[in-house]
């Protein structure tokens, strides 16, 4: 499956969390609008069922986060690869955004699939 995506998928952070911490728990009532992930510390990109989420606080500083483990009905995401995409490993306090957003990678992952002629198609207006 690789990477994986939801609409919509916001919550915040029930704690706070430093730079070094490699997991985090999102509100139990919105977890399930995250993604399911279930590779444990495997490498990424190449390995199933994992997703990106980024964190904002109230000041506008953005972090990009890989989640490798969150179960079914658990706010829990951990074996997190912090400062992804190039972003920087931040603390951010309870209450930050957690969201899945798409990244420019992402894009650019997308438009170089082997085979695609790199052009979008379909109502784009």
Do not use: H
């Not at 919550?11 to 430093?18: C, D, G, P, Q, Y």
Request: some cysteine; proline content about 2%.
């Amino acid at each position: 499956m690789a990477q994986q995506f939801k609409n919509n998928a916001r919550a915040l952070l029930v704690s706070s969390i430093n730079s070094s911490v490699t997991s985090f728990v999102i509100e139990s009532a919105k977890a399930d609008l995250f993604p399911v992930a279930d590779v444990g510390s495997s490498s990424l990109p190449s390995a199933n069922s994992w997703f990106k989420a980024t964190l904002q606080d109230s000041s506008g500083a953005v972090e990009i986060v890989a989640v490798r483990t969150r179960t079914a009905g658990s706010g829990v995401c951990s074996n997190v690869i912090r400062g992804y995409d190039g972003t920087t490993a931040l603390s951010f306090v309870a209450g930050t955004v957690v969201g899945l957003r798409i990244t420019a990678a992402d894009v650019q992952t997308a438009l170089d699939i082997p085979g695609q002629n790199n052009t979008f198609t379909g109502n784009n207006t």
